[in-house]
């Protein structure tokens, strides 16, 4: 009369996984999942062929996918993020169809629609009772939000949850319900606690990091839009977090009262909440323990849907209603168009994540980086990979000065008045150039390995294999 | 940059309202419920015609739309229940198709499955903000769970939702999300609130309804299920509130911990769930005003949508999980059939609501109900209606004796174990004449008003007007 089943093996078998099939995963576990792993290696134990991952973002922890790529088991890829170590190998081209990159709004959206469709999503739960209600707030593998797994669960034929605190049914207020749940199964564990929520991210100590985070908290104020109501994300980078502290310290000195903080919460957007400069948080997915405490803690602290968090299908995204985005880049080009994919060296380390998403949402979407990185310029006349149309970026913010897009003037006119240094993309490029001179441009394979294809569908750009 | 329109009128247009179009509506606001006249009254002022209502429930605040239905703006009605005061009116046969009564499950599979789509759902929303965001936890009107309207935010091409305590955006943690809202309204009152909880609901003191609910308990205790882990749903009858509050005594005196407790849930559930006689409650509405403060601040009372509460089409409903079920019936056969539809002049007065989905799903389903009503026997050869199939219906309980059904003799011997006055239920029919006389038979008219789908989607009765 419930839904578990002994093994993992039972599971897959009961769910009917076969050569072909499409099976899904969420990544709230980060680097620290186990569920991918034990997943693959099962289903390859079993001799299944020719199997398609859709996981909503790839760690390192992931690596041992690599094998199951180059013994033919598993031959599509498509994610959101995929980190470098198995970006590397994705590089080289290991795998004969490029990787499906989407954003973390349209990953959902194309589930949705049936663009993706998903035979069998994978979900780990932290904490579930015997018929599939889950919950990602308690449990030893606590990581918050399941923002990501919301789809999956409502769209695949069959939903396997696997989870490592089993409860007596019923959960109260899970984040997922039984309707979507065909098979429970308990393991003894469904992730490292230390990867999944590292808590390592510090607001950097760089003066360049902390030059632009000090500029950048200006220039939303210089924008006009920070005032009572303001909204507001940023990632998790060293210098995006120290912007929001400076931000922090302005609204706290002023008596601004905003509105919400979105997207991945850290623990600065959690003293955020509760020093009272936001009324309330909107929650994808936890970056550390002091978010996951908070989610599960303060009912102001929301936890949200991917559709709900960024779908372009969505009647409304929280981004819909953002005022200011911080981004990061690995490369911008005089266009504004960002590279979020590849490193310098033209490899895969990235994705787009929330990036393009957030970026098309927000009014004020501001890319912060450095004039340059290793010695190599930051600001390209081509990006090696567009990750985020640059028509959808408003703001570059170096260490060097601000550029604004010129599709902005009236953005221009406001910072300028505000006493932001604000200059030209190209000055920002040749500056860049004169310090590191300029780059022998990458040479591109002619294999294609990635797709990246934006969050209403279409293709923005092909990532080539490197020579 | 928000959905908020300035008047109904305008969200009736921007919606697409049309001749034709099929338009939806919850009942949670029950007897005090203005909405679904305001925007019937406003579709009507503007001309449209052949409007088809798909409402979870109606009530006798509702009787305006017999004279939509009499001037032809309303031409089709689906619905789950029907009070007596327009169910006379259908009886009556006004509306020339059939009313399509399914049960609450059924009624949320079938839009979700697309067999009664719905053009546009308007959404009473005791709080709203200004992306439609919703919940029915806060505002002057509040009502506790807003159940019944997941599916129909979820599947309806527009949604409107109307609400009178529009706050800024976002609203935390939305019972139903901006994602499916495309519209919002701000009016002065969605409801009367004496009428939206009307709290009057209290445990009989009659004593042959004392007498059936002692009964009833002691047949929980000798079905052997009244142990650790019991669930259980009552209505918000007399008698079966009476036996709700025997069988918590008996829980409480025998320290049995309960698992939850399922349903419209009234201030008797809230007690047994504050007294540790259950771990949590289910709820998809609220029926009085202490089930409204409870789910608002008990993280323990869980809202529910009408899928997880009883839809047959989801991987698993809460009514598939549950022990035991109190339910009443107008009528009852000797094949166990139950009628809930019509009274004992064979006109509408009620509806399955969710008295087929928990029948089909408890382990045990009891029917309570006293020999005779205004001396006309309960017990029939043939129910002029038939709501609920005999073989989901277990027990039944009268003052003179339980019946249980002949596909359980198991249970039967059980209940003697345990000292019950077990019955064939054609004792009951014959004592009941011998009491009452055995009644003329209603005559049936030639116009079907009625049809009666069931959960599954099969027609299981049709009810024809009354001469």
């Known amino acids: 009369m419930d839904k578990v089943v002994k093994t993992l093996k039972e599971a897959i078998q009961l769910a009917g996984v076969k050569d072909g099939s499409r099976i899904s995963f969420h990544h709230h576990l980060r680097n620290g999942d186990y569920v991918l792993n034990m997943v693959m290696d099962e289903i390859a134990g079993m001799g299944y062929k020719d199997i398609s991952v859709n996981a909503s973002s790839l760690f390192d922890c992931h690596l041992p ?6 013994n033919g088991v598993v031959t599509e890829l498509i994610t959101d993020y995929m980190s470098g170590g198995i970006g590397a190998q994705i590089s080289e081209g290991i795998l004969e169809k490029p990787v499906q990159f989407r954003t973390h709004g ?19 739960a932290p904490t579930a009772d015997t018929m599939g209600n889950m919950t990602g707030k308690i449990g030893k593998s606590a990581c918050g939000s399941m923002g990501y797994a919301y789809a999956d669960a409502m769209c695949a034929k069959k939903v396997v949850v696997i989870t490592d605190n089993l409860v007596p049914y019923p959960l109260p207020y899970p984040s997922i319900d039984e309707t979507y749940a065909d098979y429970v199964v308990s393991v003894d564990a469904i992730g490292n606690p230390a990867g999944i929520v590292s808590g390592t991210t510090k607001i950097t100590r760089d003066p360049v990091g902390l030059v632009m985070a000090q500029t950048a908290a200006k220039v939303i104020q210089a924008s006009g839009l920070l005032k009572d109501g ?20 302005i609204m706290l000195k002023e008596g601004i009262k905003g509105s919400f903080g979105c997207g991945g919460i850290t623990g600065y957007m959690v003293d955020m909440l509760n020093e009272g400069c936001f009324e309330s948080l909107i929650d994808v997915q936890c970056f550390d323990l002091k978010a996951v405490e908070s989610i599960r803690t303060n009912p102001k602290h929301t936890e949200v849907s991917a559709m709900r968090y960024a779908s372009p299908d969505a009647k409304s995204a929280a981004v819909d209603s953002l005022d200011v985005v911080l981004l990061g880049a690995t490369e911008i ?7 979020v994919h590849t490193n310098s060296s033209g490899k895969i380390m990235g994705g787009s994540g929330g990036h393009s998403d957030t970026a098309a ?19 390209t006349d081509h ?62 394979g002619d294999k294609v390995v990635a797709d990246i294809i934006y969050r209403d569908g279409t293709l923005l750009d092909k990532i080539y294999n490197v020579r």
């Not at 009014?363 to 930051?378: E, F, G, Q, V």
Request: with cysteine; glycine share 8%.
């Open 230 to 249: 303001f909204s507001f994300q940023t990632g998790a980078g060293g210098a995006t977090l120290a912007a929001a502290q400076f931000l922090k310290e």
């Open 333 to 339: 080009d005089t266009d504004f168009n960002v590279n």
């Open 383 to 444: 990006v090696f990979c567009k990750s985020t149309p640059g028509s959808t970026i408003d703001v570059l913010v170096t260490q060097k000065g601000v550029a604004v897009n010129p599709a902005r003037p009236e953005l221009a006119a406001k910072l300028k008045d505000g006493g932001i240094h604000v200059v030209d993309i190209f000055e920002l490029k040749e500056a860049a150039e004169k310090l590191c001179g300029q780059p022998k441009p990458l040479v591109k």
């Open 361 to 379: 949402g927000a009014k004020l979407a501001m890319i912060i980086a450095p004039l340059s990185r290793a010695r190599l310029p930051i600001v």
């Open 106 to 124: 349209g990953r959902p959206a194309d589930i949705i629609k049936g663009v993706t469709p998903i035979d069998v999503a994978f979900i780990a």
């Open 65 to 70: 996918l690599v094998d199951h790529i180059k």
